[in-house]
């Protein structure tokens, strides 16, 4: 076990060399195993991360599935303790667990291997009135402060998960050697412009918690974890402007969604060609329109990706970092309509083709090129095609 000075001089030597610090938040030894070879600073077992190997989501952490001490104890104990040796393992500790006293509890993870711990699962996470009712019994975020004081007291690496400032200084004073600002749970999903402004909020709010821990204790380190960010393009953005972030910690981010992409990937490849790769426009939206392409191009390339979607010009205004109204007019010289008129001719002849494919019902279609109103899907088709998807639907089945 390496001890909390040696952690603590390692992490900052990673950062006056000018390196960020990363973590890994794990539930299986093949993930620690490797991400130590990448070059990870510490490894986090959390429950969570166990749930993510069975397929379920991050979220089942907070369910009554199991005991979240013993899960967490009895697999890193036996997969990851036994075979990460040169990198700090940190111990997702549930810390209002009733059937554990935690003075106690925290000397055994000491003396299991662990370098440190984590407050997770944690209260902050929740809200409305399942919080509150947990509050009432004692079971609040306090209980996780008093958990960090303790390991500090008994010399462990602290690592706290906090999602306000109050919480952060609240974890300050309890000796916590890192503050970690919690986005929560990792999102997924398809790439979208809104998923851009959600990380300006994050780096906002983060930016607000670290101005509280640079007035307690400025050499305090400080990283982020979960919500919006999950990909290397996103820490990028995270540190644009945010000079006090010193790295970031990843559980999906890390296993879950490179998984999911690889074998998907992988999957699609023996059905079909592939299209622009999601991170790569991802690349493209956050590092500068302009540095890859025009902007129409870029509107064109989105509205391919997304038509099945909201499509919202403003928001892709605003991430080519020009006006609505300029993007508007440059768009219309150079394709010869509107956006809007590009946008529904582009979703008809989608809808056009599925249609072809003979197997799919009406209602089913609408949706699959964004319209959820049948009616004004249908509506649209005949204004632009001349003929209703009904017509359409008819002469395949005569011809069949």
Do not use: W
Not at 10 to 28: F, M, S, Y
Not at 77 to 96: D, Y
Request: proline share 3%.
């Amino acid at each position: 076990m390496t001890n909390r000075s040696t952690i603590l001089r390692n992490l900052k030597a990673q950062l006056e060399k000018g390196h960020p610090i990363i973590g890994v938040a794990t539930g299986t030894g093949i993930t620690a195993k490797v991400a130590a070879q990448g070059g990870a600073d510490f490894i986090m077992v959390l429950n969570s991360g166990k749930f993510r190997q069975m397929g379920r989501s991050s979220l089942a952490g907070f369910l009554p599935f199991c005991n979240s001490n013993d899960m967490v104890m009895e697999f890193a104990s036996r997969e990851i303790i036994p075979l990460v040796k040169q990198v700090p393992i940190i111990f997702g500790l549930n810390a209002t667990d009733p059937t554990k006293d935690m003075t106690t509890y925290i000397q055994q993870i000491r003396s299991r291997g662990f370098a440190g711990i984590n407050n997770y699962p944690t209260v902050g996470l929740l809200s409305g009135q399942f919080r509150e009712a947990l509050e009432e019994e004692g079971s609040s975020y306090l209980l996780e402060v008093e958990a960090i004081r303790t390991a500090h007291e008994q010399g462990l690496f602290t690592l706290a998960f906090v999602f306000d400032e109050r919480q952060a200084e609240q974890m300050i004073g309890a000796g916590a050697d890192v503050i970690c600002v919690h986005l929560g749970l990792t999102e997924g999903g398809l790439l979208g412009a809104r998923k851009v402004l959600s990380l300006e909020a994050a780096k906002v709010r983060a930016k607000r918690i670290f101005e509280v821990c640079n007035r307690l204790k400025p050499e305090l380190i400080k990283l982020v974890y979960g919500g919006p960010v999950k990909t290397p393009v996103d820490v990028q953005y995270m540190y644009s402007g945010n000079t006090d972030l010193m790295g970031y910690i990843g559980g999906s981010a890390f296993e879950r969604i490179p998984s999911e992409k690889s074998i998907t990937d992988i999957t699609k490849a023996f059905k079909s060609k592939g299209k622009l790769d999601e991170d790569e426009l991802m690349v493209k939206m956050l590092d500068g329109v302009t540095k890859h392409y025009d902007y129409v191009d870029f509107v064109k390339e989105y509205v391919a990706q997304n038509y099945m979607n909201e499509v919202s010009f403003t928001d892709l205004a605003g991430v080519a970092h020009v006006s609505r109204s300029y993007l508007s007019t440059l768009f219309k010289k150079q394709v010869g309509c509107s956006f809007q008129t590009y946008l529904i001719q582009y979703r008809v002849d989608r809808a056009a083709e599925l249609l072809e494919i003979g197997n799919l019902r009406l209602a089913e279609v609408a949706p699959l090129v964004g319209y959820p109103d049948y009616a004004q899907f249908s509506k649209m088709f005949k204004k632009y095609k001349g003929f209703s998807p009904k017509q359409v639907k008819s002469n395949i089945n005569t011809k069949t």
